[in-house]
């Protein structure tokens, strides 16, 4: 299958030095309310990758739930893949692929869990649903089928019946505390604006990138 016909300009806007805030996170919350604004499907959806002890990368797509000058946080089964890695190497890159706007941001930071009562807080806050998910689901285990997952569900049904749902021993959240953002506006010819921020002892520095 060759694709090379699949091409598009991009020509909606541009980025430039004087457009940016010069606080990265600020930056980042004014790009987000507009991806918002444009009614995008889920624009907190953001690629995580890491890699493990190996050097092997993974990534997948998980949704930020909170995002301040904290950092980036996001929740997830302690077990899975993405946990082992983390618990190998924090450190983690971040995409948010806005598309539709012909824009992306990259972030690259460390991740550490976050505190428990938080994730607690956050659990408590989840649709009946989504808490129940929680608990039937081993992330990334083998499973022999459907029907398995939805007969565990059942009995989590039955057995959380009439009462709260607890936050699970092996669920929790990630915070992942930025050095380095990325903003990236898609221009015509391939010459992308890109501006990447950095952090250097406590302040931001910002440079353009050559597309």
């Given at each position: 299958?060759?694709?090379?016909?699949?091409?598009?300009?991009?020509?909606?806007?541009?980025?430039?030095?004087?457009?940016?805030?010069?606080?990265?996170?600020?930056?980042?919350?004014?790009?987000?309310?507009?991806?918002?604004?444009?009614d995008?499907?889920?624009?907190?959806?953001?690629?995580?990758?890491?890699?493990?002890?190996d050097?092997?990368?993974?990534?997948?797509?998980?949704?930020?739930?909170?995002?301040?000058?904290?950092?980036?946080?996001?929740?997830?089964?302690?077990?899975s893949?993405?946990?082992?890695?983390?618990?190998?190497?924090?450190?983690?890159?971040?995409?948010?692929?806005?598309?539709?706007?012909?824009?992306?941001v990259?972030?690259?930071?460390?991740?550490?869990?976050?505190?428990?009562e938080?994730?607690?807080?956050?659990?408590?806050?989840?649709?009946?649903?989504?808490?129940?998910?929680?608990?039937v689901?081993?992330?990334?285990?083998?499973?022999?089928?459907?029907?398995?997952?939805?007969?565990?569900?059942?009995?989590?049904?039955?057995?959380?019946?009439?009462?709260?749902?607890?936050?699970?021993?092996?669920?929790?959240?990630?915070?992942?505390?930025?050095?380095?953002?990325?903003?990236?506006?898609?221009?015509?010819?391939?010459l992308?604006?890109?501006?990447?921020?950095?952090?250097?002892?406590?302040?931001?520095?910002?440079?353009?990138?050559?597309?």
């Amino acid at each position: 299958m060759k694709l090379e016909h699949l091409r598009k300009e991009y020509l909606s806007t541009s980025l430039n030095r004087d457009d940016l805030r010069e606080d990265p996170y600020d930056q980042f919350q004014h790009w987000f309310q507009q991806a918002r604004a444009a009614d995008l499907i889920e624009p907190n959806a953001m690629s995580l990758a890491t890699v493990d002890r190996d050097g092997s990368p993974s990534i997948r797509t998980v949704l930020l739930k909170t995002v301040d000058h904290e950092g980036f946080v996001f929740f997830t089964n302690k077990q899975s893949q993405k946990a082992l890695d983390i618990a190998s190497n924090p450190c983690v890159a971040l995409l948010f692929p806005w598309l539709a706007l012909e824009r992306q941001v990259k972030v690259i930071g460390k991740s550490e869990a976050v505190p428990k009562e938080q994730a607690r807080s956050y659990f408590a806050r989840r649709p009946r649903g989504s808490q129940l998910g929680a608990w039937v689901s081993h992330q990334s285990s083998v499973v022999s089928s459907r029907t398995e997952l939805e007969g565990r569900l059942q009995e989590l049904i039955d057995q959380f019946a009439d009462r709260e749902i607890p936050l699970p021993d092996f669920w929790g959240g990630y915070r992942v505390k930025p050095y380095s953002f990325e903003f990236w506006q898609g221009r015509s010819n391939r010459l992308h604006d890109r501006f990447r921020y950095t952090l250097l002892d406590g302040t931001w520095s910002i440079d353009r990138l050559a597309p």
